[in-house]
């Protein structure tokens, strides 16, 4: 009876291994993972844009960024964070074209209005992250996030900042412009500017 029951034990065990090896090398099988997705674009409206580039302008720039941890307003040593992120875009200055007036005051005698300049938009820009300065404590302190710096970088007051730096640029273009458009039609006008 002894005997008999050892045999049994036995064989349950041996069953019991066996199955436990099926399962095991189903498992270790590879899985095949399906994934989807999709993008849905609805183009609400399409406006038609009188906008006049008048200037184009390369900038370059190196943005700095930090960050402390601090407890009870007293910063923990080690706890910084800095972040360089070294930026390049093309920046378009210009005017709505739509909102110029063009005059004839007399014969071959033209006032043009010119409205506010305006930053029309950017592109190729080229954002990356040149040096990161961490303290041995950096690690209590959040992440910086480098989209909100970039957000920083082409904020509304840079936009005027470019159109004010450049105001005499972006009048001497607007002048040339439209000096040419007219002289094409009389030869003999002769062209004065306001600008708002």
Request: proline share 3%; glycine share 6%.
């Amino acid at each position: 009876m002894k005997k008999l029951f050892s045999t049994l034990i036995a064989v349950i065990l041996i069953a019991s291994v066996a199955v436990a090896g099926v399962v095991v090398w189903q498992v270790r099988e590879p899985v095949d993972v399906e994934t989807e997705s999709s993008n849905t674009k609805v183009i609400k409206a399409v406006e038609r844009e009188e906008q006049v580039v008048l200037v184009s302008l390369g900038i370059e720039g190196l943005s700095e960024e930090s960050a402390t941890s601090k407890v009870w307003n007293w910063q923990v040593p080690g706890s910084e964070r800095t972040q360089y992120i070294k930026y390049s875009y093309r920046a378009k200055l210009g005017i709505e074209g739509s909102q110029v007036r063009v005059e004839e005051e007399s014969p071959h005698h033209f006032r043009v209005q010119i409205p506010e300049f305006i930053f029309i938009g950017h592109s190729d820009e080229d954002f990356e992250t040149a040096v990161e300065d961490n303290g041995a404590l950096s690690w209590i302190t959040p992440d910086i996030d480098k989209a909100e710096t970039i957000t920083k970088i082409l904020n509304e007051d840079k936009k005027k900042e470019d159109i004010a730096d450049n105001r005499d640029i972006l009048q001497s273009q607007a002048k040339q412009f439209y000096t040419g458009i007219i002289s094409g039609v009389d030869p003999e006008a002769v062209v004065e500017f306001s600008f708002r």
